[in-house]
């Protein structure tokens, strides 16, 4: 790659800070922006006044952005163009530092849970239905989200093994002690 001479470092510095792109810069000067990248790897003054530039340009373009929101704020036109609206507040949430707000937590609750009852398995005994066999000490898994899960072996009427199921432990609860921080 050639060097890029002193006016198209200066033409990529001013699209720079005008749009705040790379892309912008390596344009004005007719270059790729691979040799501007490398440019500025060669030259430490040139990559400084280049940052400074791409900050200046996204708070050239975080003030236009914010602009146009107030221009169709304070002087709505009569038919408003939601995509040009919508892109001026998303360019102003990434531009402009504290554009959408601080966000405060208002307090804290903690708890304690009292198990009130398990939910009932449904009754396989009935007639014409398959026979339920629970294992003594059926294997437990853990999974990620925290459920625990039963096999059970299911059998036919003449006992004879059919395949088995897999149910998930499902607990209810109420909560009896809250603490509120405000």
Known sequence: MSRISGDQKETAVEAIRIHGTMKAGAEAAGVSIRTLNEEMRRSAIFKRRVLEAREEGKRNVADNAV???KEYAFNPPD??????????IALANAYEPGFRGTTTIQGKIDHDVRVITAVPRPRYDEVGKPKIEILDNPPMKMLKSGKRIKKIKIRDDK????GTQTVE?????EVIKEEKDA
């Open 67 to 69: 602009d146009r929101i």
């Open 79 to 88: 038919k408003t163009d939601r995509n040009v609206l919508t892109a001026a």
């Open 159 to 162: 006992g004879e093994y059919i």
């Open 169 to 173: 432990e499902v607990i209810e609860g």
